[in-house]
Structure formats: C-alpha cells, structure tokens
C-alpha cells in the first residue's frame, strides 16, 4: 500500500466514536505510487514524488549557488554573502578542522553533500512535500557508496595498499597479543560497517523524525471527536506535533552536519595513517 | 514442548527499548563531558564541539538502528 492509497482510501476517516481502532502509519507511507514511468532500453524508470524532490533540490541548489557567484564582488552582497557564509562554513569549520590544510581541496565534494542532504532532509516539513527524501534508503546507501569509493581508492592510493591495510587494522601502541583480536574487529568496522552506519544514521533519523510526526498529526486527527478528552487529546497532539516539526528543523541540519563531518573524517584517516 | 510463557503482539517495540539503553548512557556521558569540557576550557569550543556531535552520531545510530530494524525485518 502507498501513501497515496492510504489517504485515497479513507484510512484518515476513522475516528475515536466511530468503533475503529488507531490507524498507526507505518513503513507503508514511505512508498509512492509512479506518477509517470518511461523505458530506456530493457529498463524501466518510474518516477515518483521522491524522484521529482530530488530534481527540484538539485536545481534549486545549483540555481542558488550560481545566482549568489554570478558576478562575485570583493565586498559581497545579498545572496553572494550567504553563499559565502555556506562556503565558509564547510571550509572553515568542516574541512579545515577535520582533515587540515590539505581539506581545501575536498571543499566541493563536501559543500555539495551538505546542502543537497540538507535540502533533501528539509522536504520532510515543505507544505505538500512533507517527505523528506533521506528517508528512502536507496538514496543515503548512494551517498555513502560515494563517499566509501572515494576514501578507500585514495587511501590506497595515498598509504599504499599494504600500508592501508597495516595502518588501519594494526594501530600503533597496542600490545602485541591484543593483535589478533583488534585486527579483524578493526577491519570489519572499517570496510563493512562503516559504509553500513555511515547511510543508516541519516536513514534513520529522517525516517523516524517523519514516522513520528505523521504519527501524531493522524492521532490529532482521529481524536477529533464530540467528547471532551477526544478535543483535549486532538489539541495535545496537535501541539506536540508542531513541536516535533520544530524540532525536525534542528536534526535535518544536524544530520547532514554530521554526514559531512564523518565523510570528512573518513576522508582524512585515508589521506594519512592514524597516530 | 510446552510453553511455559510467550511474548506475542509488537515485540519490536521491546527491542527498541533495550536497544535505546546503551546509547542513552552513552549520549548522555558524551554531553555531560563535553559541557565541563567546553566549560574548563571555553577557547577549546569549536573543537569540542565538533567532537562531542561526532561522538553523538555514533552513539545515536545504535538507538536508531533498533528504531528502524523492526520496521525493516517485523511482519
């Protein structure tokens, strides 16, 4: 069942008085239906409100940040301030302070990744988007797949392959014994988990933020009835709910703060050993 | 084989509040020691931070991942 089936068949009319039990959302308000699908070769692409959000997100971050640096001045004004203001933000308090002098060059690569998972994660509270698109899988394991094949190559790259593998699995100031334990653990949470923990942390937290609020928005709604613990309860969930939304605001800039931080960190612990 | 008691209904609600314990613990240590931190130590406060939201996303997806496992895997 999709969410356009939930609301097109009356899961929203059950009410308290009405003898029908809570109609808790579930994953099943993550799915949409196709709003147009078209073939390219064997392969058939469906489009759906998440494919459509994603587009808008794109070209709205590409429209801005190519507004703002139209005609850069030494003494910015209006957009280009903002503009600058994100930069800075992402080399000064991202890229210099967790990879250092050398972060400058990755500034891009972790600029486009904070606000396109900003923006992405903002969908969640926009009038008639009200999804934030993170919360389908596929897109945060893309996310993190990219920044996986970015930092092992340049590890290898940087350290060697044996040097890789050497300055990540044999850390420096163990006991020798405590090896054959640490290796293997430092190996499997460096190569499988990571990328792992890297997409669901941002999967996660958006999917449980919106689960959340929808939650308590269809409560509000399924209590509305003529007695007076159903109004206070309607009231109280309302209000929780717009609490909830307020919060959201903090965690969407928070998790892909901490998306970036950690591709960063990643990044950074390839480029050379670990002391 | 009889069953002396049987846990039936929404278990991955269970779950959810085992797994939320470690990480509770752990966020909450994480900020308590980051407040003195930053308070010790006020010029330090970029990097703290910086350090004490890391700690937190690490310690978060634990919890997390016993949110979303019983949505994922529970039929």
Known sequence: MSA???LASGGLACHLMSGCGFPAPGAEIFQFNALFTFTIGSLTFNVTKITVLTAIAVVLICGFFLYAFRKPKLVPRGAQN???LGYLFIRDGIAREAIGEEGDKFVPFLFA???LIWLLNFWSIVPFAQIPVTS???IPVAFALIVYVTWVPLGIYK????GFFKNMMFPPGVPKAMYILLAPIELISNILVRPFTHSVRLFANMFAGHLLIASFSVAAFYLISASVVGLLGAVASFAVAVALTGFEVLIQALQAYIFTLLAAVYIS??????H | MTLLAEVTGSIGSLGYGLAAIGPGIGIGIIFGQGVQAIARQPEAYGVIRQNMLLGFALAEALALIGFVVPFVFGK
Request: charged content about 15%.
């Open chain 1, 113 to 115: 990744f904070f606000f």
């Open chain 1, 159 to 162: 350290q060697g392959f044996g």
């Open chain 1, 269 to 274: 612990g390839a480029l050379s050993a670990e």
């Open chain 1, 136 to 138: 389908i899988f596929a």
């Open chain 1, 4 to 6: 356009d089936v939930v």
């Open chain 1, 82 to 84: 903002v503009g600058e």
